[in-house]
């Protein structure tokens, strides 16, 4: 497995990392950005999943020398663009009940950026009943309670049962898998992601789970590389990547590899891609992130070096 899916995964991931780095300064946040951030998924979402895919390379630690060096000024960047911390910490005084500061001051703990005033505030709201009990679907309570494990606040009080959480999920129920839909598909894999903090501890899947994706995931995977729903597809591979016995498909690598621009853009579907260069960044950073992810996690545990 290792001789074959190894190259293709390395591959895939310096090459993703390079277009993240080299298109950085599209995913800054816009002059005159607030904490209300009105549309945060286009200004601040695309700063967090480039500091996870950063963050996941440095972790891994199975790329080479310029690799590790361009993840490291990526998190810098992220990091500078979000004062240094200072800018989660006002959103969270502002709004206390969203979760999104935590979650994203999860990319930068895993690596040891901190913010002194950030950590005495999470401290204190993620005590709070009122914040614990906040309403969301059962994977975003999983990735909650992962960033909270990340950064340090989930002891005492504050402990959560992971077993209760991912049963209470699609995936959890051990469900008939044929009626897997593509948002159901989304959440599923984002289950594993939390549960496992992205293939760190693929033994936090109960062992009927495991199995069970062992059974499905290449199904699931077939599925949508014949529709070309290339980003589900690169998900459905983290998860491969992040069971006890992991599935790495050569075949899938090369299916990956082939569908990557040679500027390391990864195609989020089937449809043609613009030549914008806004549009591009856009429509395509995501997935252009799940590849520098999901070939990372590939290189590491081919090469058995998970830790």
């Known amino acids: 497995m290792a001789m074959s899916v190894t190259p293709?995964?390395?591959?895939?991931?310096?090459?993703?990392?390079?277009?993240?780095?080299?298109?950085?300064?599209?995913?800054?946040?816009?002059?005159?950005?607030?904490?209300?951030?009105?549309?945060?998924?286009?200004?601040?979402?695309?700063?967090?999943?480039?500091?996870?895919?950063?963050?996941?390379?440095?972790r891994e630690a199975v790329a080479g020398s310029t690799e590790l060096r361009l993840a490291r000024e990526l998190l810098d960047f992220s990091w500078k663009q979000l004062g240094g911390g200072a800018m989660l910490h006002e959103r969270l005084l502002r709004y206390p009940m969203m979760s999104d500061p935590l979650e994203t001051y999860g990319h930068f703990t895993r690596c040891g950026y901190r913010h002194e005033a950030l950590d005495r505030l999470l401290t204190h709201t993620t005590s709070l009943r009122s914040v614990r009990a906040t309403e969301m679907l059962p994977n975003r309570r999983l990735a909650v309670a992962n960033a909270a494990r990340l950064g340090g606040f989930d002891g005492g009080a504050r402990a959560v049962d992971r077993d209760a959480l991912i049963r209470a999920c699609w995936l959890g129920a051990v469900p008939e898998p044929w009626l897997v839909d593509w948002m159901t598909?989304?959440?599923?894999?984002?289950?594993?992601?939390?549960?496992?903090?992205?293939?760190?501890?693929?033994?936090?899947?109960?062992?009927?789970?495991?199995?069970?994706?062992?059974?499905?995931?290449?199904?699931?995977?077939?599925?949508?590389?014949?529709?070309?729903?290339?980003?589900?597809?690169?998900e459905l591979m983290i998860v491969g990547c992040s069971l006890p016995d992991p599935l790495c498909d050569p075949a899938d690598w090369e299916r990956l590899a082939a569908l990557q621009h040679d500027d390391g853009l990864m195609p989020r579907d089937a449809e043609p891609v613009s030549t914008d260069p806004a549009e591009r960044f856009a429509a395509h950073h995501h997935t252009t992130v799940v590849a520098a992810v999901a070939g990372t996690l590939a290189v590491s545990r081919t090469l058995g070096a998970h830790t």
């Open 8 to 58: 293709a995964a390395h591959r895939i991931a310096g090459r993703a990392l390079a277009w993240l780095y080299d298109h950085r300064e599209r995913g800054a946040l816009p002059a005159g950005t607030t904490v209300e951030l009105a549309d945060p998924d286009s200004v601040y979402k695309p700063l967090g999943e480039t500091a996870l895919a950063a963050s996941l390379v440095l």
């Open 185 to 234: 598909g989304y959440n599923m894999t984002h289950t594993v992601f939390h549960a496992t903090d992205w293939g760190r501890i693929p033994s936090a899947l109960p062992a009927d789970i495991s199995a069970y994706l062992a059974d499905w995931l290449p199904v699931w995977t077939d599925i949508w590389a014949e529709i070309g729903q290339w980003d589900l597809m690169g």
